[in-house]
T-cell receptor, first 115, second 114 residues
Framework: DAGVIQSPRHEVTEMGQEVTLRCKLI?????LFWYRQTMMRGLELLIY????????DSGMPEDRFSAKMPNASFSTLKIQPSEPRDSAVYFC?????????????FGPGTRLLVL | AQTVTQSQPEMSVQEAETVTLSCTYD???????LFWYKQPPSRQMILVIR??????QNATENRFSVNFQKAAKSFSLKISDSQLGDTAMYFC???????????FGGGTRLMVKP
């Protein structure tokens, strides 16, 4: 079975540009999590969805960040405009809501560099 | 709020030997779940092992096993017969029973030496 799929794997962009990260959930999963990993702050949860509904977005750093689930198996994380401090590895993870435990399976990550 | 602490930023072990990574957590809950994830240089986050707090038996997965001490809020990972491919960052994580959010520790960087 295919795992969580993320694209692109690497992104280099200039400050001020819009960046869109994409994630495809594991088939049958209905919870989706976006994380950011940096050396300074470690792994941070940005936002998560259950059944396409955003549940907790308290980790989203500011209005420049937005996340959507246009359908049950796909999500986007958008940064507009991007800034150098957004440089990080962005992971998405999926799980089966209300399974016990709700083990999260991670994608390979997108390494973002904002110049 | 829950917190997860990994007190060993870095560790090393000789190939074929055994190493134990420490993790402690703080919670007032009685039912929860604990996980160890491995992050090799490829950056992929890979689930290693998980433990349900209501189970007294320690979880094992091949060469990986845990020592879960609920009263002490301790959840250490033992890697037996270490292999070069075990070189990675290892993250301990906590999930409460009410939700599905993970709280991660700061990680331990493990180097397996030939």
């Amino acid at each position: 079975d295919a795992g969580v799929i993320q694209s692109p794997r690497h992104e280099v962009t200039e400050m001020g540009q819009e960046v869109t990260l994409r994630c495809k959930l594991i088939s049958g999963h209905n919870s989706l999590f976006w994380y950011r990993q940096t050396m300074m702050r470690g792994l941070e949860l940005l936002i998560y969805f259950n059944n396409n509904v955003p549940i907790d977005d308290s980790g989203m750093p500011e209005d420049r960040f937005s996340a959507k689930m246009p359908n049950a198996s796909f999500s986007t994380l958008k940064i507009q405009p991007s800034e150098p401090r957004d440089s990080a590895v962005y992971f998405c993870a999926s799980s089966l809501y209300k399974s016990f435990p709700e083990t999260q399976y991670f994608g390979p990550g997108t390494r973002l560099l904002v110049l | 709020a829950q917190t997860v602490t990994q007190s060993q930023p870095e560790m090393s072990v000789q190939e074929a030997e055994t190493v134990t990574l420490s993790c402690t957590y703080d919670t007032s809950e009685n039912n929860y779940y604990l996980f160890w994830y491995k992050q090799p240089p490829s950056r992929q986050m890979i689930l290693v092992i998980r433990q349900e707090a209501y189970k007294q038996q320690n979880a094992t997965e091949n060469r990986f096993s845990v020592n879960f001490q609920k009263a002490a809020k301790s959840f250490s990972l033992k890697i037996s017969d270490s292999q070069l491919g075990d070189t990675a960052m290892y993250f301990c994580a906590f999930m409460n029973n009410a939700g599905n959010m993970l709280t991660f520790g700061g990680g331990t960087r493990l180097m397996v030496k030939p």
